[in-house]
C-alpha cells in the first residue's frame, strides 16, 4: 500500500503478509468481513453486535487484540482472506442542496446510487502476524482510495503471573488501533450518508488524520481487564498522499506525534463496562492553498494537544437474544494556531491563536437476536467563535455567519440483518444490513435559523438515509 515516507518495517510486514496468505501459509490463527468468519469457523455475531460491525463483542476485541489470528474454520472459506463490502442507499434532505454545490451528476435532493466500494485483504498469516487492510472506491466523487488499515504483529505472555497479550500494530489513523471501537475512527454512524451537508467543525481526533497519516503502537492487554496503547504518528508526503487518493486537511506533520491511551474494562455476569482515557498531541504546517497538496510552516506551525475519554457498556443478554450498548466519547481539543493566524502570512485562516473545540457524542444501541436493530445518537461539538476558521463566505450551505462551530445533531436508525448467524443461508460468505436513519440538526455551524447568512436554517440539513449495507 506504501512504497516512500514508511517505515521500511511497515513494507516488510505488509510484504510478507500479502504473500504468505496467498499462498497459504498454515496457522493456528480469526472482524467485520466474512474473510475472518471463515479464517475463525464462527458466525459474524461471535464478534460483533447485530451481526455486522464495527461493534465488538468481549470476544471480537481479544481476536483484535490478538492480531486477527485466531483460527478454527476448515474448507475453501478458511483461506480466502479477500472480502467484498458495497454501500447502497438514498438520500432525502429537508430541502434542497443550494444549487450548483451537489456532487457531479447528483440532484440537490433525492439522491440514490451505489455510494461506495471496499476490498479487504483480512486475516491471520500465523499466531504471530495478522492484517485488516482496506481500500474503497467513493463512487459520488469517482475516487479509489486508502482506507482503514492496521497490521499487527503480536504474542502472549505472563505478567506478575497473569495473562498478557503484546503487541505492534501499524495503522493509518491515530484511534484505529483502539480495540473497544468507541472512538471516532470506528464509532456511530457506522455508516452514512455521503452527499448531503454536514457541520464544519471537527477536531484532530474526529477523522482528520484518517488514512492520510501512518503510526505505530505498542501495545499491551493486561489478565483481559487493561489495555494500554502508546505510538507515534507522521502524515503522509505528497506524492504518497497523490497515490493513495487523499489529502492534507490540518496540514503536514513537523515530527512525530505520540499518541498515549489506556483502558479498563470490568466484566461481570452478561455486563462489561469500560472507561478509557488518550492523549494526542500534534504539530503542522499548515495546509497553502498556493499549490497542490502543500504546506508551509515559514509562517509558524500549528499545534492540537486532545484529552479524549470514551466510556462504553454492554449488556449481552442471555444467547444473544437481549443486547444493549452505551458507547460515547468526550473530546477537549486545544489548538495554538501560531501559523493559521500569523497576519503577515498570505492566506491566513484563523483570527486568533489560541483557539478550543470540544465534542461530546453518545450511542444507545438495541438488538434482538441480533437481527432488529435500534440506534439512537447524540452529538454536540462547541468551541471558541472563529471568524476566518468557520465562515467559509459561500452560499454553498457550508458557511457560519457568526463565525461559530457549534452545532447539535441527533440520529435514529432501525435495521435489520438478516444473516451472520450460526444457521444462516451461504455463510459465511453473504452478510447484508437494511438500515433507516433520521438525521436531526437542532443547531448547524453556530445556528439554528439563517445560519449561514443566506437564508439556510439547521433543519433544512436534516437527511433522511435508506442503506443496504452488503459484504461478501
Not at 469517482?142 to 488499515?149: G, S, V
Not at 449488556?315 to 493559521?340: C, H, P, R
Request: hydrophobic fraction near 35%; proline fraction near 5%; glycine fraction near 12%.
Amino acid at each position: 500500500m506504501r512504497l516512500r515516507n514508511v517505515p521500511i518495517p511497515v513494507i516488510c510486514l505488509l510484504a510478507a503478509f500479502i504473500a504468505a496468505v496467498l499462498v497459504g501459509v498454515p496457522s493456528r490463527s480469526a472482524n467485520a468481513v466474512p474473510a475472518f468468519a471463515g479464517q475463525t469457523g464462527y458466525p459474524c455475531q461471535q464478534c460483533h453486535i447485530g451481526a455486522l460491525g464495527p461493534q465488538l463483542t468481549p470476544f471480537g476485541r481479544t481476536f483484535k487484540i490478538r492480531g486477527y489470528t485466531l483460527r478454527g474454520g476448515d474448507g475453501i472459506a478458511s483461506k480466502i482472506p479477500l472480502a467484498l463490502w458495497v454501500q447502497s442507499g438514498f438520500e432525502n434532505y429537508g430541502k434542497d442542496l443550494p444549487a450548483g454545490t451537489q456532487a457531479a451528476h447528483y440532484n440537490t435532493n433525492d439522491n440514490a446510487g451505489v455510494d461506495a466500494i471496499s476490498l479487504f485483504l483480512a486475516g491471520g498469516v500465523n499466531q504471530h502476524l495478522g492484517a485488516f487492510i482496506q481500500v474503497t472506491y467513493d463512487n459520488t466523487v469517482k475516487q479509489i482510495a486508502e482506507d482503514n488499515t492496521d497490521i499487527r504483529v503480536v504474542d502472549s505472555t505472563t505478567i506478575f503471573g497473569k495473562d498478557a497479550d503484546v503487541g505492534l500494530s501499524f495503522n493509518n489513523a491515530p484511534g484505529l488501533s483502539d480495540p473497544y471501537n468507541s472512538n471516532y475512527v470506528w464509532g456511530y454512524p457506522f455508516i452514512g450518508p455521503f452527499l448531503g451537508l454536514a457541520p464544519n467543525a471537527g477536531t484532530i481526533l474526529s477523522g482528520r488524520l484518517q488514512s492520510n497519516s501512518y503510526g505505530v503502537n505498542a501495545y499491551a492487554w493486561y489478565n483481559s481487564s487493561l489495555y494500554v496503547d502508546a505510538g507515534v504518528y507522521e502524515t503522509d508526503g505528497p506524492g504518497m498522499l497523490k497515490l493513495l487518493g487523499e489529502s492534507y486537511d490540518p496540514g503536514s506533520a513537523t515530527g512525530p506525534e505520540p499518541y498515549v491511551s489506556a483502558t479498563y474494562q470490568w466484566t461481570w455476569g452478561n455486563n462489561n463496562i469500560h472507561l478509557g482515557g488518550t492523549f494526542f498531541r500534534s504539530r503542522f504546517n499548515p495546509t497553502s492553498p498556493a499549490s497542490s497538496n502543500g504546506t508551509d510552516g515559514s509562517f509558524g506551525h500549528d499545534t492540537y494537544t486532545d484529552f479524549f475519554i470514551d466510556n462504553g457498556y454492554q449488556w449481552m443478554g442471555d444467547n444473544d437474544v437481549n443486547i444493549f450498548t452505551i458507547d460515547g466519547y468526550y473530546d477537549y481539543e486545544a489548538q495554538g494556531l501560531k501559523g493559521s493566524s500569523n497576519p503577515f502570512s498570505p492566506y491566513v485562516a484563523s483570527t486568533q491563536q489560541n483557539n478550543d473545540l470540544q465534542e461530546f457524542h453518545e450511542t444507545a444501541t438495541y438488538y434482538w437476536k441480533q437481527t432488529y436493530g435500534a440506534t439512537l445518537t447524540f452529538d454536540t461539538i462547541w468551541g471558541k467563535k472563529n471568524q476566518l476558521l468557520y465562515d467559509t463566505g459561500a452560499s454553498d450551505g457550508t458557511g457560519s455567519k457568526n463565525g461559530s462551530p457549534d452545532s447539535t445533531y441527533f440520529v435514529v436508525e432501525a435495521d435489520w440483518v438478516p444473516f451472520g448467524k450460526e444457521d444462516s443461508w451461504a455463510r459465511p460468505f453473504v452478510n447484508w444490513k437494511l438500515g433507516l436513519q433520521y438525521y436531526i440538526y437542532t443547531k448547524f455551524n453556530g445556528g439554528t435559523t439563517n445560519y449561514d447568512g443566506f437564508g439556510r436554517n439547521a433543519s433544512d440539513n436534516n437527511t433522511l438515509f435508506l442503506y443496504l449495507w452488503t459484504v461478501f
